[in-house]
């Protein structure tokens, strides 16, 4: 869920379809916990 008080700039993000992370371009906006910083953090929190 969104939260716009809370704003980041994300640089990957978890695509449920593949069960896999991500890298796009850099995005800054509300966090939303399908987004990370970086792929790492991505494979860390999503990938088994």
């Known amino acids: 869920m969104p939260d716009p008080g809370h ?3 994300t640089k990957a993000r978890y ?3 593949t069960g896999k ?3 796009t371009s850099s995005v800054t906006g ?3 916990c399908q ?3 970086t ?3 991505c494979r860390r929190d ?3």
Do not use: I, M, S, Y
């Open 7 to 9: 704003t980041v700039t």
């Open 15 to 17: 695509n449920p379809d």
């Open 21 to 23: 992370c991500e890298t």
């Open 30 to 32: 509300p966090h939303d």
């Open 35 to 37: 987004r990370f910083e």
């Open 39 to 41: 792929k790492a953090d």
């Open 46 to 48: 999503c990938e088994q």
